[in-house]
């Protein structure tokens, strides 16, 4: 997919951060937009911000909680009646949440996995049949630096983005036998400024790392260094490029090296640095 006009994408999370970003992007490549986010306000608002942009582009939106898959399985079949056919998935969508796993709740463990990753096989799912009979499709999914390598105090979200990481590289291999027309990237976006740190819930039991919970997402805010934008731009150059994997961002690409060189050493090194860091 070389370029994107009079294409249709769908794209998840799209009320705020990436997904907002690579709306705007895209319709200002002339790309129709069938949006989604849990939060209305914030769909509205990135629907208000597109329709300024290019106001030629036909643009749906649905109130979505990918953890549905019933709902995401109804909104694919809307997208696909609507503008008449799907050429993009981008499965964008997720949370974080802070906690040692001896402390987390299984409730809170779930959900970090119902949205992160089983949000991302809904998505993928209930699309790819439109994106074949479309005869040029492409899904994103994003996984993180942290579906890369590991750090203390995430597990939950660890955990989701390495499992979308596998998913999404068995999807692509699957899609390479089939020649379908049909590709797949896993994105991996370092510190991205969105508001996923200080949205995220945070327990007490961070405490036993040495980590204030009440300033833990100011803190790991702090190290957020790349924009959505600069993000998103990056993101529609690697589905352009049909790359396998797309980092983003100099920590995203620095803990890719670090992994590969240091493939059970880093834990060490990136447990004492972020730590450090945090505290």
Known sequence: MKN?????????GAGSGMGRELAIQLAEQGCHLALSDVNESGLAETVRIVKNRNNSVIITNQK??????????????????????????????????GSTIE????????????????????????FLPYLKTSGEGHVINTSSV??????PGTSAYNASKFAVRGF???????????????????????????????????????????????HAKDKMAAQFITTPKKAASMILKGVRKN???VLIGP????????????PG???????????????
């Open 146 to 151: 942290f579906g890369i390598i590991a750090v």
């Open 251 to 262: 920590d995203a690409g620095f803990a890719d090296l670090m992994q590969r060189i240091f």
């Open 168 to 214: 999404t590289e068995t999807l692509r291999q699957e899609l390479d036998v089939m020649k379908c027309g049909v590709s797949a990237t896993s994105v991996h976006p370092g510190g991205i400024q969105t508001a996923i740190a200080k949205s995220s819930q945070i327990n007490e039991s961070l405490k036993s790392l040495g980590l204030d919970p009440s």
């Open 103 to 126: 402390g987390f709740e299984e409730k809170d463990f779930k959900r970090v996995i119902d949205i992160n990753f089983w949000g991302v096989v809904h998505g993928t799912q209930a």
């Open 4 to 12: 994107f006009k009079n294409k249709v994408a769908a794209i998840t």
């Open 243 to 245: 790359s396998r994997r």
């Open 265 to 279: 050493a880093y834990q060490v090194l990136v447990g004492k640095l972020l730590l450090r860091r945090m505290r």
């Open 64 to 97: 979505l909680d990918v953890a549905d898959r019933s709902a995401v399985f109804q909104w694919a079949s809307q997208a696909a009646k609507d503008h008449g056919k799907v050429n993009l998935i981008f499965n964008n969508a997720g949370i974080a949440f």
